[in-house]
């Protein structure tokens, strides 16, 4: 079993800036994925970015430019986002996907942006 801990979101003005952390625990396979997805009121959870145990990320088209995902050698992924829109506002969630095994989640931090 895996636990994800959450934080840095909060209120942000258009044009500015937050960071997102998520310190993940227990049984992390060697060879994992860690990440977040977003889900604004209404919508679906979508993908925002993700990164590999290797260090390779990946975003979505569009944060491209303006987020960046890093993640240290102690299983804690971290989400800068820059320039952020009010299209940006939604509940932020973490997760880690063991390679070969289950995807675990965080429990969510909320990112709203005003315009």
């Known amino acids: 079993q895996v636990q994800l801990v959450e934080s840095g979101g909060g209120l942000v003005q258009a044009g500015g800036s937050l960071r997102l952390s998520c310190a993940a625990s227990?049984?992390?396979?060697?060879?994992?994925?860690m990440g977040w997805f977003r889900q604004a009121p209404g919508n679906q959870r979508v993908m925002v970015a993700t990164?590999?145990?290797?260090?390779?990320p990946y975003y979505v088209e569009p944060v491209k430019g303006r987020f960046t995902i890093s993640r240290d050698d102690k299983n804690t992924v971290y989400l800068q986002m820059n320039v952020l829109k009010p299209e940006d506002t939604a509940v932020y969630y973490c997760f880690i996907q063991n390679i070969g095994g289950v995807t675990s989640w965080g429990q969510g931090t909320q990112v709203t942006v005003s315009s």
């Open positions: 227990g049984s992390i396979f060697s060879d994992n994925i």
């Open positions: 990164i590999s145990n290797g260090g390779r």
